[in-house]
């Protein structure tokens, strides 16, 4: 059987804004719009991996936090209604998606083996969390692959975003390997805002973008040179920074997904695409793909 | 006018534990116990309505209030999900969450109602309610926490909470759905193995719990924020739930408590705790901080263009004079700067005669109970019982100032501009204030004052 490889890594933000603006038939509330900066970019990743051969997709979502290790959904066939807690009025979306639980059984084995606190979720009743299903339907909207779904592990509220990142770290290598050894091609999904301060109401209509902007100049700073580290294939010094930025810009980058992507990819040095930022309730988001597919057989 | 109250406040866990696999483990059984235990004393108070604020249900945008009528799913919790599901259908009360809703814009917070099939219901409040009032006996109401949200606006969210008991007369049960140490053990463990995370968690929630038996709810409220630094995980920024159960308490010291239960929920502190009004005799309150009735925070954040500075009740009402130095004037410092040109108060042989005396605060002119309307003129809730008060208060200032006393109050003619809203409220204070002194009364109804209050008093006094 030939190796299994991560053939893109994606930062692919989850605001359900994004949903709600785009309009699938799968989501109740109906908008006029908006966002369309973001929803270009993500235009443009789909595009960039429209030809590239892939079986699954794995994302890290922060909306699934778990403070008991890490969790893995087990359950092959998902399907209800889900609700964003937050912003019930922009996301109620009824999903239909496959669990790939065998490489998801294989990503949580090898945590293990490797002194990971990990769990298999199985209870049939459980719902997908709203971060895991926007990232997979911006990047993904015809839901035809299946995907492993991971829970967010709150170490960092815990203990620290050392103790996160050298988790996340070893989360990383753990789903390179099992990756490798499942023989898959896998498009990885780090589901994640940048700097994370939200403004605390809402204009009427929510997509009304006159008032849309970051909410300080400082998180606007943060979010730029985030995106030149990544545009210059310096992941590493990304790391080394993290724990200012997750205190400084208030980053969902804390749930551990950003450190996790790059830490599968082996901390490239290799260049991210930017496909789009823009900010949403003044959180900033960058749609970023690392095309690890066209960097040659290591 | 109804008279609705707080009849009881309850401390309780979170967790699915008690619910799912009670038989699991003797503590986790003892919270059960001690949840069931809640349970009837509900059943046999005449309640009528229970109010959950739970800690695990996050908003973002200002307060979210349950307004579904029928809230019904499947719960799984995120981390014990194999312990089960837990099916649940709520009864809400929709007329108080719409009107909870509306009190809490009025006192200047940003709030809105949530009805959507399918919502998920957070695993603190499907708990509390499948143990405390199974089977739906009496309609409940459900509130977010905030994930920005400070002490003031907690405060204020639970006296909007209070104006919409008390104008619908109910006998509310408040509930703060929370643990006292959150610290959880992060990998799995046996429930035998199931112990307090850490001795100092333990130590400090033995304190907790012995304020609260003591009936110290405030005080608790008071050192909130060392809690949260001391043995919370920082999950939802500080100690909040004791912010609002003490402000839905009056902010008291003396409420009469019980520790019902408290045991290891996977590490963390579970405690069931009920606190009676009744006052257990002792203790006074004490402040560290300011009492606060309307919430005038940092929520406008949308509008970049707009003038960022605090805005004061008074910035577009009339200019304040420094009281007039003429013959025979009594003015302080103690009391509001004049709105034209005359004094405090003047002195006529052994007569004193005071220009009318409205609620507004000396120094920065905020208006205790809120101002009755906005910079905009739409009007605002507010407390006519507080103002009412406050007018009593600035009234002793002056007549102290004139080395007499509010006993020497001789004659007395009271302002209202809403008569039909405010005249019961501001009768109480009244009675409770100067109708034990005994001076004539009168009292006019009047299209508006000059500031946006409610009330002022013109009064006659001796020396
Ligand atoms: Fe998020």
């Not at chain 1, 993904?140 to 967010?152: A, N």
């Not at chain 1, 006159?210 to 310096?234: F, P, V, Y």
């Amino acid at each position: 059987m030939a190796k299994g490889s991560i053939v893109a890594g994606c930062l692919a933000p989850h605001p359900p804004h994004l949903v709600y603006a785009d309009n699938p038939d799968q989501n109740e509330p109906v908008s006029e719009g908006g966002w369309e900066q973001l929803r270009w970019g993500y235009e443009r990743l789909r595009e960039s991996l429209k030809d590239v051969d892939y079986d699954v997709i794995v994302v890290l979502s922060p909306h699934w936090q778990t403070y008991v290790g890490t969790h893995f959904i087990g359950v092959e066939k998902c399907s209800s209604k889900s609700v964003d807690p937050v912003f019930p009025n922009l996301f109620r979306f009824n999903y239909d998606l496959t669990i790939d639980v065998e490489l998801a059984r294989a990503i949580h084995d090898q945590a293990k083996s490797e002194g990971m606190s990990v769990k298999m979720m199985e209870n049939p009743d459980f719902r997908v969390d709203y971060g895991t299903i926007v990232s997979c339907h911006m990047v993904r909207p015809e839901w035809d692959k299946p995907i492993v779904s991971i829970s967010s592990n709150r170490s960092l509220s815990y203990y620290s975003v050392e103790v996160m990142q050298e988790m996340m770290m070893e989360l990383g290598r753990s789903t390179a390997k099992a990756i490798e050894e499942s023989g898959k091609k896998c498009v990885l999904l780090a589901s994640n805002s940048l700097s994370h301060r939200h403004f605390v109401t809402e204009t009427n209509p929510p997509e009304d973008m006159s008032k849309e902007h970051i909410t300080s100049h400082a998180m606007h700073l943060w979010d730029m040179r985030m995106i030149e580290l990544m545009r210059s294939g310096k992941s590493q010094q990304i790391i080394n920074e993290m724990p200012e930025f997750c205190e400084q810009a208030i980053a969902e980058s804390d749930g551990g997904a950003l450190t996790w992507l790059l830490s599968a990819m082996d901390v490239p040095t290799e260049p991210a695409t930017l496909h789009g930022y823009g900010t949403i309730i003044g959180t900033g988001n960058a749609i970023m793909e690392w095309p690890c597919h066209t960097w040659g057989e290591q | 006018m109804m008279s609705g109250e707080i009849i009881k406040s309850l401390i309780v866990p979170p967790h699915p534990h008690p619910v799912l696999c009670p038989d699991k483990n003797e503590g986790w059984q003892r919270i059960r116990d001690a949840y069931d235990e809640a349970r009837r004393q509900i059943e046999e108070s005449d309640a009528d309505l229970i109010i959950i604020y739970s800690t695990l249900w996050p908003s973002v945008i200002g307060h979210q209030i349950q307004a579904d009528p029928n809230p019904e799913w499947v719960m799984v919790d995120a981390d014990f999900h194999d312990l089960g599901s837990i099916h649940y259908s709520l009864k809400i009360d929709t007329d108080f969450a719409h009107a909870w809703n509306k009190a809490n814009i009025s006192r200047g917070l940003e709030s809105r109602t949530v009805a959507y099939d399918g919502f998920p219901v957070d695993v603190g409040s499907v708990v509390a309610l499948e143990l405390l009032n199974p089977n739906n006996r009496i309609p409940a109401v459900i509130c977010s926490t905030n994930v920005y949200s400070n002490r003031a606006e907690t405060t204020v969210l639970a006296k909007s909470c209070m104006d919409v008991i008390k104008q619908q007369g109910k006998k509310a049960v408040a509930v703060s759905v929370m643990s006292l140490s959150n610290r959880m053990f992060t990998e799995a463990i046996e429930p035998h193995e199931d112990r307090i995370h850490s001795l100092k968690d333990d130590e400090w929630n033995q304190k907790i719990l012995e304020f609260l038996s003591e009936g110290r709810l405030e005080d608790i409220g008071q050192l909130s924020r060392t809690i949260h630094d001391q043995i919370r995980v920082k999950k939802v920024v500080a100690f909040k739930p004791m912010w609002w159960l003490s402000a839905m308490n009056d902010n008291r010291n003396d409420l009469t408590g019980k520790v019902l239960a408290y045991e290891p929920i996977h590490g963390a502190g579970a405690a069931v705790v009920v606190l009676d009004p009744q006052s257990n005799g002792t203790g006074d309150k004490e402040y560290d901080e300011d009492d606060v009735d309307f919430y005038g925070g940092d929520r406008n954040v949308l509008d970049s263009s707009e003038d960022e500075t605090e805005s004061s009740p008074l910035d577009s009402g009339p200019a304040l004079y420094d009281p007039v130095e003429g013959k025979n004037a009594v003015n302080t410092s103690k009391a509001p700067k004049p709105v034209g040109a005359y004094p405090h108060a003047r002195r006529e042989g052994d007569l004193i005669y005071l220009s009318g005396v409205g609620p507004r605060q000396p120094g920065d002119n905020s208006i205790p109970g809120g101002p009755i309307k906005d910079k905009a003129g739409n009007p605002l809730n507010y407390d006519i019982k507080a103002q009412t008060r406050a007018v009593v208060d600035n009234i002793a200032r002056i007549l102290e100032e004139a080395g007499s006393s509010l006993d020497n109050v001789i004659d007395v003619t009271s302002f209202l501009v809403d008569m039909d809203r405010d005249f019961s409220g501001y009768n109480e204070v009244w009675a409770e204030t100067l109708g034990k002194v005994g001076p004539t009364r009168t009292t006019l109804a009047i299209r508006a004052l000059p500031t946006p209050i409610a009330v002022e008093m013109k009064v006659i006094a001796k020396v």
